[in-house]
């Protein structure tokens, strides 16, 4: 699977939901005014039905005061729940009653999950999501949340530990690092606050409703009628919607599918887990009192009636085992499988005396030691000694798990730290490309986007190659003169990388940048479309490919260049 590919389709469903929410938005605004049109005007002060006609509304300011209101109502309704999400899958996870891997006390108990977390996670060239454990869900289950792939969570049911073995476990835990690779995560939390939008007619008409029963019964006294249509008719747009939803849900189920078995290369792993699911579904539920607001993010929620948020298992499994054969295991395979998973897995992956308490001890020292780790780890990559130049690509995981975890303390010590790690970079008059790549790389996944400052902040729009010229100029000329100390080899390869993105543009190698200025070209990279940025790293891949320089490691820089971007850098 091509990751740039699977990302633009991404962004092509959520374009195509955006549309529809949009056209489900207008429509939903629209019936509401009209009602509320001809009950004002119609109902009240005339009593002539030739008056309603297309010019009774299209020609009342009253019409469109109303349709500006319920359109700003749904998008106000829609824009609080986006908010309330900000935190990206910590919230979600929160919400879902999560509780976080590292506050555990007996964490021995989970080592075997944070092994597996970590081992997708190197197979798929991210950053570990960090983990959380849904301690009252019994079932086999599982999702991914987050904002970008540098700020993902992974959470899974203790059923998951109770009734997988290692390799089901690690299918389910790929499965939801295929949906963190494939771009699932923002659409889905678009998803949750745009239905929450819908609802919000429903919510006024419900309010009208309930206003006019306390009233007294005088003269004056509201129709309650008029409540009613209004918050049937929210109650439609969010059918309409929670539509939309599924639909885009069933078709990111089996891309995530096929990203767990090419991360596993062991497609029984998954297949065996959705077997289980399968033999146990009749008693299949979600204990979790928001699991239908969030059931297109777990790895299975249960059909109903009239909805279904994932493909048919039976549909999963035969796409990822073609020898499967659903008659035949009900008849053989379910029986068996039903009364193992009823007397538990022999090699459950969760010791039963799992403690879920707090230790704010072990914490506190954990933090101080993650601390430490950090700084030597800084300490060795601006160490300029010859003997030992490059940094070989274990370096790579070496880090990615640091950051994994340093994402466990809190923003005060975040903050602190980066400004020591900041130190130590400035410590001598030679900056490396590793270690501004680097710290450009803690920034981006330690640093929340919220605490930037304006000037340091760039505007997430809708940008491409061009509208960021005068950035990659920059950054292509910073990677030219670290990777060549010829002035002659900086100009040749700066000019055959910027060839193949503006093939009829000269632009010049810049002497000169500060360092702030090479961290916002990075930033600024960051917000290119997946097909644009997979025209950059090969853009890149030339300038550095060139390399002339003793003490530098082309591959190595593309890597985590790619990671800054919110690339997998198993994709250069």
Known sequence: MNFFKEQELARQRLARFNYLFMTTVLLTAIFPSVIMQLYYLHHRWSKDPSMINLHFFLGSPIFWILLLFFTLLILGFAWWKKRELGDGGDHVALMMGGKRLSEIRDQESFKVLQNIVEEMSIAAGIIPPQIYILMSEENINAFAAGKTINDAVIGVSIGCLKKLNRDELQGVVAHE????????????????????????????????????????????????????????????????????????????????DARAVQFTRNPLGIGGA????????????????????????????????????????ETRISKILPSFKFNDFKRKEKRLMTESLEKGVSDALVSPFYDFSINSEINIHKDSLLEKEAILFFETIASHNKSNPDLNLDFMRQMNILLSRLRNLNKDKINALLEKLKAIVKSDSRLTSRELLCFALFKEVLLPKEVLLPKERVRRIKIDLKKIENEIQLMMSFLAKVSSDSPQFQKESFDK????????????????????????????????????????????????????????????????????????????
């Open 274 to 313: 959705l077997k289980k699911i399968l033999a146990g579904v009749e008693n299949f539920k979600i204990d979790s009192t928001k699991g239908a607001e969030v059931a297109h993010m777990w790895f299975y929620y249960p059909r109903s009636i009239f909805f279904a948020t994932h493909p048919p298992i």
């Open 177 to 256: 690092i295929g949906h963190i690779v494939n771009g699932d995560m923002k659409l889905n939390i678009d998803i949750i606050s745009l239905l929450h939008g819908l609802m919000g007619i429903f919510y006024l008409g419900r309010a009208m409703v309930r206003s006019s029963s306390s009233r007294g019964s005088g003269k004056e006294k509201s129709n309650p009628l008029i409540g009613f249509p209004i918050m049937l008719i929210g109650l439609s747009g969010y059918f309409i919607g929670t539509l939309l939803r599924f639909a885009i849900s069933r078709d990111q189920e089996f891309a995530a």
């Open 497 to 572: 990388g910027i060839s193949t993105l503006f093939p009829n543009k000269q632009l010049i190698l810049k002497s000169s940048y500060s360092t702030q200025d090479v961290l916002r070209s990075f930033e600024a990279c960051q917000a290119l479309p997946p097909l644009e940025k997979e025209k950059l790293i090969k853009a890149v891949s030339i300038v550095l490919d060139h390399q002339k320089s003793f003490n530098f490691n082309g591959e190595l820089v593309k890597k985590v260049l790619a990671e800054i971007m919110g690339i997998p850098h198993t994709e250069v």
